[in-house]
């Protein structure tokens, strides 16, 4: 591959229309402007591209190819070096994925698709045959929910601020980030139950937000109303009533944003300020759980095994496709739920059941 190296344009952080010139980006976008189209993409959208964004900048510069235009055969033998890396499928898909993006954000010409696409579907492929198979997420249902929760200490806020998560997280099928933006002004306890305002979601763009009600369960340890008060009226102990719901605690269980003997609140280092849980530290919290309840195959399970388990539940239980994907807040066409569905399905409407084997 041969031709210039195009100068890296200041993309960092800034995206813009496809039909502005970049040559008067910098005029027509006030910094204001460019930050609301920045917020466009979550954080780790926005990290997960800057990386991919740099690797390919530099196998570029290494290979003398351009990378702002990109060709065609430059994103195709970046995808083939990717692959003599042995880079999971998954992970070429997410780089030509930013790299796309990149090109439609400053309205570079795009490299023909097809033959991109061509080149991943081959290395699906021959990665299958190699013996490659994707490592999925196991659904954590009911049965394996109580066997997590029993693991918990009982004792310090940790087991009860891990109780909370667990029993949320799949009574509301939630994400993980959305435990992760959960605040304690978004929880509304009624008669009925506890309602729960998500402000925005992955299917939610527009950000208008959407209320999920949970429901009183008929087992204390697995209710999600009684076990979020019961996690609330620990943080209420501690000076905490409005804020994340989710907190870090530290060795000691004090918990983040806790007034502290000096009179100032409790911080622990890392990404934010420090009090928040990260979406890692929640995915954390469930591999933990599934080995303390020394659960088979334990190294699979991950928070997104809460969403799975729910819906998996609940279409166990009868409940409808459109109920399910509003309350899990997946788009009706999605054929993720439809996966969770099949799963159940496969074992409780297996066509091998009564032939008599």
Not at 107 to 124: D, F, K, M, Q, V
Not at 144 to 152: D, N, P, S, V, Y
Not at 185 to 198: A, K, Q
Request: positive net charge.
């Amino acid at each position: 591959m041969r031709g210039d190296v195009a100068p890296d344009p200041a993309i960092e952080g800034r995206i813009v229309p496809r039909s502005l010139d970049l040559a008067v980006v910098e005029e027509v976008l006030s910094d204001e402007a460019a930050e609301l189209l920045r917020q466009a993409r979550s954080e780790d959208t926005h990290r997960a591209y800057a990386g991919d964004w740099a690797r390919f900048s530099d196998w570029c510069a290494a290979n003398e190819a351009s990378p702002l235009p990109a060709t065609t055969a430059t994103v195709v033998n970046y995808i083939a070096y990717l692959t003599t890396l042995g880079r999971a499928p998954a992970t070429v898909d997410r780089a030509v994925s930013a790299i796309l993006s990149i090109h439609t954000d400053t309205g570079a010409e795009r490299p023909n698709t097809r033959p991109i696409r061509e080149a991943l579907r081959s290395y699906r492929k021959l990665r299958a045959k190699s013996g490659f198979r994707p490592r999925r997420s196991l659904p954590i249902t009911i049965e394996i929910l109580r066997a997590m929760i029993e693991a918990q200490p009982e004792d310090g806020p940790t087991g009860q601020r891990n109780r909370a998560i667990l029993t949320v997280g799949y009574a509301a099928m939630t994400r993980r980030i959305e435990l992760h933006n959960l605040n304690i002004e978004d929880l509304t306890f009624l008669r009925e139950g506890l309602e729960l305002f998500i402000p925005m979601s992955k299917t939610d763009r527009d950000a208008r937000g959407v209320s999920v009600p949970l429901p009183y369960g008929s087992h204390p340890g697995t209710c999600p109303v009684r076990v979020e008060s019961a996690w609330l009226e620990i943080l209420a102990e501690h000076g905490i009533t409005s804020g994340p719901v989710f907190r870090a605690i530290d060795k000691n269980g004090r918990i983040a944003g806790a007034i502290g003997d000096d009179g100032t609140p409790l911080r622990r280092a890392g990404r934010g300020d420090g009090t928040r849980m990260t979406p890692e530290a929640i995915n954390l919290v469930v591999k933990n759980a599934a080995r303390a309840a020394d659960l088979p195959h334990a190294d699979r399970y991950s928070a997104h095994g809460l969403r799975a388990g729910g819906a998996t539940d609940a279409a166990d239980t009868g409940a409808t496709m459109s109920g399910i994907c509003q309350h899990g807040r997946w788009s009706e066409k999605s054929p993720v739920v439809m996966q969770y569905i099949r799963h159940r399905d496969k074992w409780k409407n297996n066509p091998m059941l009564r032939v008599g084997l």
